[in-house]
């Protein structure tokens, strides 16, 4: 089983700075099938980025996913204030059985 | 427009049973593998386990934290997902979700419920 580490654990930034998130995997991530969610409170996770790259329907274009293998990083540009959440990182290269990092709590400074 | 409802949550005591269903409407449900995840209060998502469709097999698997314990099953004629969640722990207390979609090595299609929570306490 593939175990993914978030960092840094909480980013602290202000609105219209850039932010960046890493994800990397105990073991290469097959064909990167490598997702990214963000999560508000008391609410379900939404799909911003799969296959490490490519963003979901309706997700803003600041936001942008890299990386291959072991490594994989989301890029957020220009934060607005709605961006300030929790953000998983998720291997489904074994899917229907998916797993998810620790999460990086993004918090407004 | 695909919509995922759990319920059945709520508070309960230790070692007890309780049954969570997650009805599933605008999409065709029996072509489709049901997953469950779980999110403890403050804490990160954990996948709990997936049922695939009857075409593959219909097969449960289930995440060793609650092998044992936990099953899942699914009625497609109704058109519900159920996790039976038997000997509950505190640590079982969660917010429980329902999920499904297809994904492949180009397209992701998820959706997730509402959830329902489970608080187990004495």
């Known amino acids: 089983e593939i175990v993914l580490t978030q960092s840094p654990g909480t980013l602290s930034l202000s609105p219209g700075e850039g932010a960046t998130l890493s994800c990397r995997a105990s073991q290469n991530v097959r064909s990167s099938l490598l997702a990214w969610y963000q999560q508000k409170p008391g609410q379900a996770p939404r799909l911003l980025i799969h296959g490490a790259s490519s963003r979901a329907t309706g997700v803003p274009d600041r936001f942008r996913g890299s990386g291959s293998g072991t490594d994989f990083t989301l890029i957020i540009t220009r934060l607005e204030p709605e961006d300030f959440a929790v953000y998983y990182c998720q291997d489904y290269s074994a899917a229907p059985r998916k797993t998810f990092g620790q999460g990086t709590r993004l918090e407004i400074k | 427009e695909v919509q995922l409802v759990e319920s059945g949550g709520g508070l309960v005591k230790p070692g007890r049973s309780l049954r969570l269903s997650c009805t599933a409407s605008?999409?065709?449900?029996?072509?489709?593998?049901m997953t469950w995840f779980r999110q403890a209060p403050g804490k990160g998502l954990e996948w709990v386990g997936f049922?695939?469709?009857?075409?593959?097999?219909?097969?449960?698997e289930i995440a060793v934290s609650v092998k044992g314990r936990f099953s899942i099953s699914r009625d497609d004629s109704r058109g519900i997902a159920y996790l039976q969640m038997n000997s509950l722990k505190t640590e079982d207390t969660a917010v429980y979700y329902c999920?499904?979609?297809?994904?492949?090595?180009?397209?992701?299609?998820?959706?997730w419920g509402q959830g329902t929570l489970v608080s187990v306490s004495s």
């Open positions: 049922i695939r469709t009857k075409a593959s097999g219909g097969a449960a």
């Open positions: 999920n499904t979609g297809q994904v492949g090595t180009t397209y992701y299609f998820d959706y």
């Open positions: 605008g999409f065709s449900f029996g072509e489709n593998n």
